[in-house]
């Protein structure tokens, strides 16, 4: 089944320890890409990348790092993680002609 | 700058009714549009995606127009039903396909 996949699909933290969510697509997708979504200020794209080792901020991607060394998985890494990063999390690949397949999200909060 | 608006914003309504949800956009140079269906605390299911050069697309009880010229896309749902709950979600591909959303419509169909 094409899918992406998001791990963990909740996740519990404190604030400045480092943690990672994990987003692998089974597709052959070369663009992926994350997104936060909060009440009142919908979705809001974090990185994206166009491709293997290309990638470029969103609208919002302070706080935030991704890599994409291999073309199937692109994790969020927050290496200082805090409370206004509580947030709920998506990732996402696309074709070429833009559709897009998104994951199952990751709830995360950091107390 | 691209503004997607959903109107309206919370729909109820008895099953068995043919209803439709509205997006409008302020820039007609899109690449494309998608439609998503988001429950409550899950992910993004992508429902039709209607590329810039068609205008229309259908999926069952689901049917999605867009008119580029006056900016607008209508999903409409056929004899919806109680499984129909959720909240739809309206995104336009702009540039490199990246999605500008719309804050959805929440839909309540009442058994």
């Known amino acids: 089944e094409a899918q992406v996949t998001q791990n963990p699909r909740y996740l519990i933290t404190v604030t400045g320890k480092k943690l990672t969510v994990t987003c692998s697509q089974n597709?052959?997708?070369?663009?992926m890409s994350w997104y936060r979504q909060d009440p009142g200020l919908g979705l809001r794209q974090i990185y994206y990348s166009m491709n293997v080792e290309v990638t470029d901020k969103g609208d919002v991607p302070e706080g935030y790092k991704v890599s994409r060394k291999e073309k199937r998985n692109f994790p969020l890494i927050l290496e200082s993680p805090s409370p206004n990063q509580t947030s709920l999390y998506f990732c996402?690949?696309?074709?070429?002609?833009?559709?897009?397949?998104f994951g199952s999200g990751t709830r995360l909060t950091v107390v | 700058k691209q503004e997607v608006t959903q109107i309206p914003a919370a729909l109820s309504v008895p099953e068995g009714e043919n209803l439709v949800l509205n997006c409008s956009f302020t820039d007609s140079a899109i690449y494309n549009l998608q439609w998503f269906r988001q429950d409550p605390g899950k992910g993004l299911t992508s429902l039709l995606l209607i590329q810039s050069s068609q205008r229309e697309q259908t999926s069952g009880r689901l049917n999605a127009s867009l008119d580029k010229s006056s900016g607008r896309s209508t999903l409409y749902i056929a004899a919806s039903q109680p499984g129909d709950s959720a909240t739809y979600l309206c995104?336009?591909?702009?540039?490199?396909?990246?999605?500008?959303w719309g804050a959805g419509t929440k839909l309540i169909i009442k058994p």
């Open positions: 995104a336009v591909g702009g540039s490199n396909y990246q999605l500008i």
């Open positions: 996402a690949s696309r074709t070429g002609q833009g559709a897009y397949t």
């Open positions: 597709m052959n997708h070369e663009y």
